[in-house]
Each structure stands twice: as C-alpha cells, then as structure tokens.
C-alpha cells in the first residue's frame, strides 16, 4: 500500500522560508513523476512543482525562483524548499506520485495517482 506522509508546513512571515518534506512508503520516487501541488478551500488546485525521473524539474510561474524541488532517493523522500514566502503562498500543500509516469506530463501524470493529505503553510505579512 502507498503511502504520502507530509510534514514540514507552519506559520511563518512573509520573506521567510519552509521546507516540506514527504516520506513515501511503499513506492520509489526515483521511478516516477513527483511533485507538489497547493489548493485554498473554495480555490483550483495549482501545480506547484514537478520532478521527473531524470531530475528534470517544472515550476509554477508564481513560484519560480523562490521555491526549489528534491528528493533523496535514498530516504525516499521528496522535499519542497520555499524562500522568500508571501503571504499569497498560504494553502494546503500536497505531495503527490505518479503511478505510472516517469515524466511530468500537465494534467496527465498525476490521475489516478498517489496523493499525501496535506500540510499547511500560512503566511503573515
């Protein structure tokens, strides 16, 4: 059984910084697409970044720059490092894990796939 386990998420000013971690158990993410995704209640859910398999990675234009993208394949661990936090960053936070896609393909990858249940980031300004 797959399992996404989030931590990491607190309430932090703006212009500081998280880090996100999500252990996974029962799946590799060296083989697949990860990633990060965030959703307000009443908002779309938004892609925040993606890893593929090879290391390349994809962010959302609103975090570019800001927020960087990991993993440890040896802890089988995907991180999401967050610099310079606005408060237009606070959400729920997701890990989420193909299960079959070792490249990050825009609303394909991740259907059907494995998700977290969410970390919180809240920013003050």
């Known amino acids: 059984q797959v399992q996404l386990v989030e931590s990491g998420g607190d309430s932090v000013q703006a212009g500081g910084s998280l880090r996100l971690s999500c252990v996974a158990s029962g799946y590799t993410v060296y083989s697949y697409c990860v990633g990060w995704f965030r959703q307000a209640p009443g908002k779309e859910r938004e892609e925040v970044a993606t890893?593929?398999?090879?290391?390349?990675?994809s962010y959302g234009d609103s975090v570019k720059g800001r927020f960087t993208i990991s993993k440890d394949n040896a802890k089988n661990t995907l991180y999401l490092q967050m610099n310079s936090l606005k408060p237009e960053d606070t959400d729920m936070y997701y890990c989420?894990?193909?299960?079959?896609?070792?490249?990050?393909?825009?609303?394909?990858?991740?259907?059907?796939?494995?998700w977290g249940q969410g970390t919180q980031v809240t920013v003050s300004s």
């Open positions: 890893l593929e398999r090879d290391g390349r990675t």
């Open positions: 989420a894990a193909s299960d079959r896609w070792a490249w990050c393909v825009p609303g394909i990858s991740f259907v059907g796939g494995y």
